[in-house]
């Protein structure tokens, strides 16, 4: 028996708590952590309204509020924020999205660096309160080469060209990764999920060398099981294997009134019929050796991908056990 799953990558707009109630029920989850929680300025009231509606089943990360950022006290500001979140709100993380290190900048219009020193305060806000930093960097390899036929994620960035970055002002991807791997470096007491398996799965050695190098370094699957299913899964199997605690099941999964997101979005829009299917893809790779299967989200390539037939005490550390440990959640 699989037993409770819970999804640590998620974002879920609270107009559509009773729809998130009956997908999760359908897929076999039971509960989820919403990394779209928001924060004072927009966001925190609605989380607080599902959190109500689904009372220890939906739990929150806070997203900073950007505005302000030139200020010299905004990374003071926003730990302050932080710790009321938590503190009075019951918010479970931080998460820090891939606007860090592409998007944002300062008033002089210069991009800002992911290991810029203004956003301290909240590394070691997040420390102190002993919750775990969810941190978007950088974005898939594909997205830095030609958006064109040739490239193998053309079908994804066909429909969002904005994602494609090798022909903009932005770091190379490896950079933005050292920049992020700098910041965990420089905070050993701050543990560190670097999302998408640390968006690097096109390279299982710089994930087993992270984890192995940073002890407070976690992943999670989210939207990556696509592209860690095409390695061959006697290593991949390994590597979940010799790194058990430090693996986080997630999926990426957006629910709200009138939008629903499986890992990736365009082309046809998913129903609510595909989302058991999407959670099945992802439990059918962790447990079984099937070969050539259909990944979760296939707008994200034209490729199968192989099972890996974890042992069942790995796959409960990666369903839930990790996660109520790293995010303090209720025992199932």
């Given amino acids: 028996p699989r037993g409770p799953v819970i999804d640590v990558h998620a974002h879920l707009d609270a107009r559509a708590a009773n729809r998130i109630e009956r997908l999760l029920d359908a897929s076999g989850v039971h509960s989820v952590v919403n990394l779209s929680g928001g924060n004072f300025r927009q966001g925190i009231s609605a989380s607080l309204r599902l959190s109500q509606h689904l009372p220890g089943r939906v739990f929150h990360s806070y997203t900073p509020d950007w505005s302000g950022l030139d200020e010299p006290w905004w990374g003071v500001r926003e730990a302050i924020q932080l710790e009321r979140a938590v503190r009075q709100f ?5 998460k820090i999205s891939k606007a860090l290190g592409l998007y944002l900048r300062d008033k002089n219009q210069v991009l800002l660096d992911v290991d810029d020193p203004r956003f301290d305060p909240l590394w070691e806000k997040a420390a102190e309160l002993g919750i775990p930093v969810s941190i978007h960097t950088s974005d898939p ?4 080469e030609p958006n064109n036929a040739a490239n193998e994620r053309y079908d994804e960035l066909h429909h969002h060209p904005s994602w494609s970055f090798g022909d903009k002002p932005v770091p190379t991807r490896n950079a933005l990764l050292a920049m992020r791997d700098r910041v965990i470096d420089r905070h050993p007491a701050t543990t560190f999920v670097c ?13 087993d060398a992270l984890l192995q190098r940073y002890p407070n370094a976690m992943v999670d699957l989210s939207a990556r099981v696509p592209e860690i299913g095409r390695h061959p899964p ?3 199997r390994d590597l979940f294997v010799r790194h058990a605690d430090r ?8 629910i709200g009134p009138g939008f629903l997101m499986l890992g990736s979005t365009g082309g046809d829009p998913p129903t609510d019929a595909d989302v058991a299917t999407f959670y099945q893809s992802h439990f ?3 447990e079984t050796h099937d070969r050539q299967f259909n990944h979760p989200t296939p707008i994200q390539g034209r490729w199968k991908i192989d099972g890996i037939g974890l042992p069942p005490a790995v796959r409960t550390k ?3 056990t990790n996660a ?7 025992t199932q």
């Avoid at 019951?90 to 931080?94: A, D, N, P």
């Avoid at 986080?248 to 999964?253: E, H, K, N, R, S």
């Avoid at 109520?324 to 209720?330: D, K």
């Fill in 141 to 144: 390899k594909a997205f830095w």
């Fill in 247 to 254: 693996i986080l099941f997630g999926t990426d999964i957006g």
């Fill in 324 to 330: 109520i440990r790293l995010f303090g959640l209720p």
């Fill in 90 to 94: 019951g918010f479970v993380g931080l």
């Fill in 234 to 236: 006697a290593k991949v």
């Fill in 318 to 320: 990666i369903y839930r």
């Fill in 284 to 286: 059918r790779f962790l």
């Fill in 195 to 207: 999302v998408h398996f640390a968006n690097n799965p096109e390279d299982l050695d710089y994930v």
